[in-house]
Nanobody, 125 residues
Framework: QVALVESGGGLVQAGDSLRLSCVASGDPFSMYLVGWFRQAPGKEREFVAAISRNGAVADYGDSVKGRLTISRDDGKNTVFVQMNNLKPEDTAVYYC??????????????????WGQGTQVTVSS
């Protein structure tokens, strides 16, 4: 099992950058594929990014591609998301999630076993 805690959210202006962190405790984090999702009020949870267990492969949602980079430091049990050129439509609660399943289901929230509590990102225009 693993417990996840996100941090790094906040209120920023359009065009600014933020780095979100997801710190894990429990099992070695390298055992898990890690994903980030976001959910805005009244909308479904949306896939943002995922990184493979060894950090060699990453994938991004279409809405953030080119503006976001996911990375991991398993020595610190942490996954990072660097978000650049933020837009008002990026406003949402951002969640970190972990699973031990296949890479092929990385974009599907129900496939993830463990979730953090979320961190709010608000982008003003």
């Amino acid at each position: 099992q693993v417990a996840l805690v996100e941090s790094g959210g906040g209120l920023v202006q359009a065009g600014d950058s933020l780095r979100l962190s997801c710190v894990a405790s429990g099992d070695p984090f390298s055992m898990y594929l890690v994903g980030w999702f976001r959910q805005a009020p009244g909308k479904e949870r949306e896939f943002v990014a995922a990184i493979s267990r060894n950090g060699a492969v990453a994938d991004y949602g279409d809405s953030v591609k080119g503006r976001l980079t996911i990375s991991r430091d398993d020595g610190k049990n942490t996954v990072f998301v660097q978000m650049n050129n933020l837009k008002p439509e990026d406003t949402a609660v951002y969640y970190c999630a972990a699973k031990r399943g296949a890479w092929g289901t990385r974009t599907s929230p129900p496939q993830y076993y463990y979730w953090g509590q979320g961190t709010q990102v608000t982008v003003s225009s």
